[in-house]
Structures are given as structure tokens and as C-alpha cells.
């Protein structure tokens, strides 16, 4: 498989074992739309190594101790940790919904002090960091490349983004490693009480689970500069290396072509958005464009997305059906993968060339059945279920006890030409969707 980094503008080839970190929420509030993209980007990716049955290690930070955090529970009069706590339950059950397979490493930054503390004296002692009035700041010029990773110059001003002034620090672009304070939840550390500064988080995840570079790391594309450039800065002072191998970085969800933000105001919660669709839509919906690009959200589009998939499903409900009615047994192949869909996401995880080759092996069924190619068939059926699987889609399946029941009376109907009784188990089936 090749992936696009957008360090060097180069689709690189994935080497084993296979080690992705996904940047992971800050968790004060309910996660947005937008939030969701990145780690179902990354599922897709996991789920793809593991049915080839590669060898995969893969990290979702949270961070659960934050400014932010601090700030809500505070107006809340609630701790920090009871909060943010709550807010990561309800980010788990919100995984497990959309269908992410939740075996991953999830450090919490709270639970991870001591590595933290230790990351950063490491900064400090190799020049690359510097203690000031309790605070710890990372030097920016002591490294080469910055600015690399979001292919900026460290000596041009850096539009549209804030930098945290601070007389504290030698340069406005100096980033903090550590915030001396007493406000809110904080702990000891040599330099002061106080809390980590978030790029310092993924970096030390990062050296503490992988080492010296990850082969695959990403998240939003907002998360480019400066916590991606950031966390590239100090695994260079340290590592001499940069983080990550391959930058995947996932594009913005847009309402009515403005960019899904809480700042702003112009957000749809994940939770609300499960009300009204199945996690089946939400990922169908992700998958119409390439993970890089922007993807525009609207009510309209998503029904109509709902109204095509009805459809595809529809048809491989009455492919199973017809299978049954005509006593057909079918094989199948649990390994067995269509080449195009294998092509299309080993291609930096074409989405909309591989949702092509599922709507392809779909609208194939019936003809393959006229034909009675059945050794195709089992192919195209096994395909089908296995595409479904790596993209993490839910299939229900259509044959369960009581509709095994009512398609072996419909067969029976039409055997004895009992043409009502076989036209109201058909109607029945319509009335509930199955076909």
C-alpha cells in the first residue's frame, strides 16, 4: 500500500510492522462531525492491515486534561477528571457506534505525568528547551527544518494563526512544553506546579510507544501547523529524525461550504447525527471523497446517500432471496477480496474508487444469477462482504430464523402456485425493507 505524505508531497510505500498514531480529541464537550473523519479514516486503514493479517500497532491520544477542560468544568463546579472522564466514556460509546474497532492503544494524558515530566527534562537537558520563570519552552531555532512539516519558513510570518506571546519566551514562536500554574488541576514537577502543554503529549506518546518515528501519523488537517510542527520539532531535537514516516492528513467536514467548527458556532454533533442516520450512512457519507480533500455536508445530500444505499443493500437482500428460492448454495470465501477494491485503497485509500467496485459487484449479482455463474457469484457475494467489513459497514444480515421461515413458505407457495400467499410474503418483505 502506498499513502500520500503531505511532507513530501510523495505517495510512500507502508513497510511492517505497521505502527499509525491518530491525533485524538480534547475531551471537554461532545465531538462534532468534523472530529470524526480522522479516526474513521484511520479504522478503515487498520481494518484493512488486519484482514491481510499485518502486523499493527496503533495509538488514539486523548487528551483529557487541557485549558479548555480546566475552563468548563470550573463553570461546571466540577473536577477536571470527573469531566473530562465523562466526556471519554462518551466518546468511547460513540466509536463503538460508528462501528470503530476500539482494540487500539488510548493513553490519557493524566495517567501519563511521570513519562511526560521526563520527556521534557530530556528536552531541556539537550539545549533544545529552556526553563523561564516556571515554564518550560521549546527553542524553535534550536532545530534546522522547522517549519517542514506545514512547509512554512520559520523566519516569514506565519498568517492566520495563533502564537502565544509571552515575554516569558525568546522568540513568539517558542511553544510550551510546560505552563506553570495553580489555576485548576496541576501537578509537581522540577520547573514548577503546573500542567503539560498539548504538543508535548503526542510527541512523548509517540517515543514511548513506537521509538525514534511512527510509520503513519495524522489527524485533521487543521492540526497541521502548529501541533503537527510542533510535535515534528522536538522528536527532531531528540531524534534527529522526523516523527512520523508518512503524514496522513484528513480534510476538513464543511456546512454549506464553511469549514464544521464549535469556535464558530457551525457544528453537528456526532451523537445528534446517529439520531437521525445509521453509522452506516455517516461512514457511506465519508467515503464519497478522498480523505485529503474537503467534504461539504448537507441534510439533502445524506438522505439521498440514504435513499443509495437502501438500494444497494436491497439488491443483495433479494440476491440471498433468489439464492434460497432456487435452492442455489453458495461457498464462501472470507479471504477473498475484489482486485479493483484492492487497487483502489491501496492507492493512498481511494474511497470513492473503492465505494465504485462495491456498487459494481453489486449491480453484478443478478445478471451473474440469470447466467447461473455461481462460482463468480461466490466471489462477487464473498467480495461484497468483505469489502463491507473493511469499510466498517454493518450488514444485517436478511436471513434469520423467521425470514428463513417465511422465504421457505414463499418457496412453497410458488411451488403449489399459490401465487396470493406467495405475493403477500413478497409485499411483507417490501413493507419492511428487505427488499
Given at each position: 500500500?502506498?499513502?500520500?505524505?503531505?511532507?513530501?508531497?510523495?505517495?510512500?510505500?507502508?513497510?511492517?510492522?505497521?505502527?499509525?498514531?491518530?491525533?485524538?480529541?480534547?475531551?471537554?464537550?461532545?465531538?462534532?462531525?468534523?472530529?470524526?473523519?480522522?479516526?474513521?479514516?484511520?479504522?478503515?486503514?487498520?481494518?484493512?492491515?488486519?484482514?491481510?493479517?499485518?502486523q499493527v500497532k496503533f495509538v488514539h491520544n486523548i487528551t483529557d486534561i487541557d485549558d479548555k477542560i480546566i475552563k468548563t468544568a470550573k463553570q461546571n463546579n466540577e473536577n477536571e477528571l470527573e469531566l473530562s472522564n465523562r466526556y471519554y466514556l462518551r466518546y468511547v460509546n460513540?466509536?463503538?457506534?460508528?462501528?470503530?474497532?476500539?482494540?487500539?492503544?488510548?493513553?490519557?494524558?493524566?495517567?501519563?505525568?511521570?513519562?511526560?515530566?521526563?520527556?521534557?527534562?530530556?528536552?531541556?537537558?539537550?539545549?533544545?528547551?529552556?526553563?523561564?520563570?516556571?515554564?518550560?519552552?521549546?527553542?524553535?531555532?534550536?532545530?534546522?527544518?522547522?517549519?517542514?512539516?506545514?512547509?512554512?519558513?520559520?523566519?516569514?510570518?506565519?498568517?492566520?494563526?495563533?502564537?502565544?506571546?509571552?515575554?516569558?519566551?525568546?522568540?513568539?514562536?517558542?511553544?510550551?512544553?510546560?505552563?506553570?500554574?495553580?489555576?485548576?488541576?496541576?501537578?509537581?514537577?522540577?520547573?514548577?506546579?503546573?500542567?503539560?502543554?498539548?504538543?508535548?503529549?503526542?510527541?512523548?506518546?509517540?517515543?514511548?510507544?513506537?521509538?525514534?518515528?511512527?510509520?503513519?501519523?495524522?489527524?485533521?488537517?487543521?492540526?497541521?501547523?502548529?501541533?503537527?510542527?510542533?510535535?515534528?520539532?522536538?522528536?527532531?531535537?531528540?531524534?534527529?529524525?522526523?516523527?512520523?514516516?508518512?503524514?496522513?492528513?484528513?480534510g476538513h467536514i464543511n456546512i454549506n461550504n464553511k469549514k464544521m467548527a464549535k469556535s464558530e458556532g457551525n457544528y453537528i454533533l456526532a451523537k445528534d447525527l446517529l439520531q437521525e442516520y445509521s453509522s452506516n450512512i455517516v461512514r457511506w457519507f465519508m467515503y464519497q471523497t478522498?480523505?485529503?480533500?474537503?467534504?461539504?455536508?448537507?441534510?439533502?445530500?445524506?438522505?439521498?446517500?440514504?435513499?443509495?444505499?437502501?438500494?444497494?443493500?436491497?439488491?443483495?437482500?433479494?440476491?440471498?432471496?433468489?439464492?434460497?428460492?432456487?435452492?442455489?448454495?453458495?461457498?464462501?470465501?472470507?479471504?477473498?477480496?475484489?482486485?479493483?477494491?484492492?487497487?483502489?485503497?491501496?492507492?493512498?485509500?481511494?474511497?470513492?474508487?473503492?465505494?465504485?467496485?462495491?456498487?459494481?459487484?453489486?449491480?453484478?449479482?443478478?445478471?451473474?444469477i440469470s447466467k447461473k455463474d455461481y462460482e463468480q457469484l461466490s466471489n462477487t457475494l464473498s467480495s461484497i462482504n468483505n469489502e463491507f467489513k473493511i469499510l466498517g459497514i454493518k450488514y444485517q444480515n436478511v436471513l434469520t430464523n423467521d425470514n428463513l421461515k417465511l422465504i421457505?413458505?414463499?418457496?412453497?407457495?410458488?411451488?403449489?402456485?399459490?401465487?396470493?400467499?406467495?405475493?403477500?410474503?413478497?409485499?411483507?418483505?417490501?413493507?419492511?425493507?428487505?427488499?
Amino acid at each position: 500500500m502506498k499513502i500520500y505524505d503531505s511532507l513530501s508531497n510523495k505517495n510512500i510505500e507502508v513497510t511492517e510492522p505497521i505502527t499509525m498514531y491518530c491525533c485524538g480529541p480534547t475531551v471537554y464537550n461532545d465531538v462534532h462531525v468534523g472530529n470524526i473523519r480522522p479516526i474513521i479514516t484511520f479504522d478503515v486503514l487498520n481494518r484493512y492491515f488486519l484482514f491481510f493479517k499485518k502486523q499493527v500497532k496503533f495509538v488514539h491520544n486523548i487528551t483529557d486534561i487541557d485549558d479548555k477542560i480546566i475552563k468548563t468544568a470550573k463553570q461546571n463546579n466540577e473536577n477536571e477528571l470527573e469531566l473530562s472522564n465523562r466526556y471519554y466514556l462518551r466518546y468511547v460509546n460513540i466509536l463503538k457506534l460508528l462501528n470503530i474497532d476500539t482494540n487500539m492503544i488510548m493513553p490519557k494524558v493524566s495517567e501519563n505525568l511521570n513519562g511526560l515530566i521526563s520527556y521534557i527534562q530530556e528536552l531541556i537537558n539537550s539545549k533544545h528547551a529552556y526553563v523561564s520563570n516556571g515554564d518550560v519552552y521549546f527553542d524553535v531555532k534550536s532545530i534546522d527544518n522547522y517549519g517542514c512539516v506545514s512547509h512554512q519558513k520559520i523566519d516569514e510570518l506565519i498568517s492566520g494563526v495563533r502564537i502565544e506571546n509571552s515575554s516569558n519566551k525568546k522568540s513568539n514562536l517558542d511553544f510550551a512544553l510546560w505552563k506553570k500554574t495553580t489555576e485548576g488541576i496541576n501537578w509537581d514537577s522540577p520547573w514548577s506546579k503546573g500542567r503539560p502543554g498539548w504538543h508535548s503529549e503526542c510527541s512523548y506518546f509517540i517515543n514511548k510507544y513506537f521509538g525514534k518515528q511512527v510509520e503513519i501519523h495524522g489527524g485533521g488537517v487543521d492540526l497541521k501547523f502548529p501541533h503537527h510542527e510542533n510535535e515534528n520539532a522536538q522528536n527532531l531535537a531528540i531524534s534527529h529524525l522526523n516523527i512520523a514516516k508518512i503524514w496522513m492528513h484528513v480534510g476538513h467536514i464543511n456546512i454549506n461550504n464553511k469549514k464544521m467548527a464549535k469556535s464558530e458556532g457551525n457544528y453537528i454533533l456526532a451523537k445528534d447525527l446517529l439520531q437521525e442516520y445509521s453509522s452506516n450512512i455517516v461512514r457511506w457519507f465519508m467515503y464519497q471523497t478522498q480523505y485529503e480533500n474537503p467534504i461539504n455536508f448537507t441534510s439533502e445530500y445524506l438522505n439521498q446517500l440514504n435513499n443509495d444505499f437502501s438500494k444497494l443493500i436491497k439488491i443483495i437482500n433479494q440476491t440471498y432471496i433468489e439464492l434460497i428460492l432456487k435452492d442455489i448454495k453458495i461457498n464462501f470465501n472470507t479471504n477473498y477480496l475484489n482486485p479493483f477494491f484492492v487497487n483502489a485503497l491501496e492507492n493512498d485509500l481511494n474511497f470513492p474508487n473503492a465505494i465504485q467496485v462495491v456498487w459494481s459487484d453489486t449491480k453484478l449479482l443478478r445478471s451473474l444469477i440469470s447466467k447461473k455463474d455461481y462460482e463468480q457469484l461466490s466471489n462477487t457475494l464473498s467480495s461484497i462482504n468483505n469489502e463491507f467489513k473493511i469499510l466498517g459497514i454493518k450488514y444485517q444480515n436478511v436471513l434469520t430464523n423467521d425470514n428463513l421461515k417465511l422465504i421457505k413458505e414463499w418457496k412453497t407457495s410458488l411451488t403449489n402456485k399459490d401465487f396470493i400467499r406467495a405475493d403477500k410474503i413478497r409485499n411483507s418483505f417490501i413493507k419492511k425493507g428487505i427488499i
